[in-house]
Every structure is written in structure tokens, then in C-alpha cells.
């Protein structure tokens, strides 16, 4: 058992490399990687408790938790990621001496309250 968890464990690539993302960016998706690999463990070594004990509504009361803490996490997780990539998006665009009229029409117009589009930068939707 010990093996299969050190093996979920290990430590994977960032996909937030490169010099448009900040290191607070990736320190952020570390921690984040870290709290759901702590929240699967956890979740496996309850489930495998629950599934030693004679009554199965256990491992019932056991996935819905597990569950309804996956998907809190993950609400979390987007929105603390969403507003540090429009922290390194604002300081692209400082950088470069960029306005919300020279970023596009999508970020133009969502300053000027017209339509709202959703622009990509490295893969996030920008809404």
C-alpha cells in the first residue's frame, strides 16, 4: 500500500512554464497538486476502512464525502487559479506597456461593458 501512494505521490511538470507565468503561479498549482494528492490519499484509506466493515452503507456515507470535499476543492482551486493568472496576465500587460484597447476586443470589451467574450492565454479561459 505504502508503494501505491508514494507512487500517486511523485512530483509532476508544471503546466505553468515559461517567463509569461510568475513563480507564484507555480508555487500556487504545487500546493494545489499537493492538497489533491493529500485529499485522494486520504479518501483511499477511508474507503479502503469503510470496505472492511460488515455494513457497505459506509463506504455510501464515505464517497459522498469524499465527493462533496473533491468538488469544494476543485471550486477552490479555480477561482484561487483564476485570479493569479489575471495577476500575471495584468502584469504581462504592464510589462509590455499594454492597454485593455491594445489587449483585444475581447479584453476591450469587457472594459467597456459590451459583449463578453472569453480570450485563451495558456490555456485558461478568461471569463
Sequence with gaps: MAA????????????????????????????????????????GVAGAAASMLPMGAISLVTTTAGRAGRDAMIIRHDKLMRAQIERDNAEFYKRYGISDADAGPAVADQSAGGPRRCARRGGVKRC
Aim: charged share 30%.
Design 4 to 43: 501505491q501512494v508514494v507512487a500517486c505521490t511523485t512530483a509532476t511538470e508544471s503546466s505553468f512554464e515559461g517567463p509569461d507565468y510568475s513563480d507564484d503561479t507555480r508555487k500556487l498549482e504545487k500546493r494545489m497538486m499537493a492538497e489533491a494528492a493529500a485529499l485522494g490519499t486520504t479518501q
